[in-house]
């Protein structure tokens, strides 16, 4: 009887040992990969070219003789690219950059956006931004259209808000405030809002337009009671907002003297619509270098520049500069295409 528990025991251990076998291993994690690091674009010359923005000689000057230096340290420093020579120059107008740009004589030029457009350039990589109170970039510049508070400021409010489209006569029909033809927010993008919208009218069909020399007289004006209706910038109300309901004793941040005002400036210029966004200037490459990867090291030294170098901005033709995609910038052929 021992015998026969000793060889069932027996038994019963080979069987769980077997099945312990056949029990399959659990494999290692796969070890990952070590990460590849990118070669950076390497550069025997960068040749970049700016018109003269009305810049004055010392202004032009010393950018030509500092930018060279400094361009070649930020771009090497970003790891992305390594430049053995920078050479800056000024082109004699932007229709010459522009063109130099085309014809493969400069590898960077900076140029206004509605050059860029009419002259049909080669390649934008970067255009104009505002740094906003919350540390990000907002590309471009869009309008506000705006209704004044006045009677029939406040019957084109109505007609907004209920959802119907403005009819060309009840525009035709307000007393529009707007800034002069040079400024994008208070003029440009509305003069392209009406074209897309209105087969083809401009401001200049309007029937009561008054230009304004800056963005205080314009608000001044519509607190006053002198104009129905508006174009501003779209941030232009945030900057108004302290001095809207300032007594007109009082002056506000810059100096501004109070409109004098009692209501909220966001309840008494309420918005009738947004216009498409448009831009003041392009950083354009040769179609190669944008196949190469240098947008993200010239976004990377512009940045720095911007935060480090601004009086040198200036000189390039804004303070900010961000990404932009082609079809952004196809409301500013659209403008410039109006002539």
């Known amino acids: 009887m021992k015998k026969v528990s000793l060889l069932l025991a027996l038994a019963l251990l080979l069987t769980l040992t077997a099945c312990r076998k056949k029990e399959p291993e659990t494999p290692a994690p796969p070890t990952p990969p070590e990460p590849v690091e990118e070669e950076p674009l390497r550069m025997e010359e960068l040749t970049v070219e700016f018109p003269r923005n009305g810049l004055s000689t010392q202004q032009l000057a010393d950018a030509v003789k500092t930018l060279p230096n400094l361009l070649k340290t930020y771009f090497d420093e970003t790891g992305l690219a390594e430049v053995e020579r920078v050479t800056v120059t000024v082109g004699s107008s932007p229709a010459a950059t522009a063109q130099a740009l085309k014809e493969g004589n400069i590898d960077l030029a900076f140029l206004p956006a509605e050059v860029f457009a009419e002259e049909g350039s080669e390649t934008a990589l970067l255009a104009d931004a505002r740094l906003l109170d919350d540390g990000s970039l907002r590309a471009g510049t869009r309008a506000l259209i705006c209704a004044a508070p006045t009677e029939y400021g406040g019957q084109l409010s109505g007609r907004a808000s209920s959802g119907k489209p403005l009819s060309r006569n009840e525009l035709g029909r307000a007393r529009w405030g707007v800034l002069d033809s040079a400024s994008l927010g ?42 129905d209706a508006l174009t501003i910038r779209d941030d232009a109300r945030t900057d108004a907002a302290e001095v809207w309901t300032l007594d007109n004793t009082r002056t506000g941040a810059g100096g501004v003297r109070g409109y004098g005002r009692t209501e909220s400036i966001w309840d008494e210029l309420p918005v009738l619509d947004v216009t498409e966004t448009l831009y003041t200037t392009v950083a354009a490459v040769r179609p190669e270098l944008a196949e190469n990867g240098f947008a993200p090291a010239l976004e990377r030294v512009l940045q720095r520049m911007s935060e480090e170098q601004p009086e040198l901005m200036v000189v390039l033709g804004a303070q900010c500069f961000a990404p932009v995609t082609d079809a952004e910038l196809n409301p500013t052929r659209r403008l410039a295409a109006l002539g």
């Open 186 to 227: 208070g003029y440009g993008c509305f003069d392209l809002w009406l074209a897309d919208n209105y087969q083809g009218d401009r401001v200049s069909g309007l029937a009561s337009v008054t230009v304004y020399g800056s963005y205080d007289d314009l608000f001044r004006a519509a607190a006053n009671g002198e104009i």
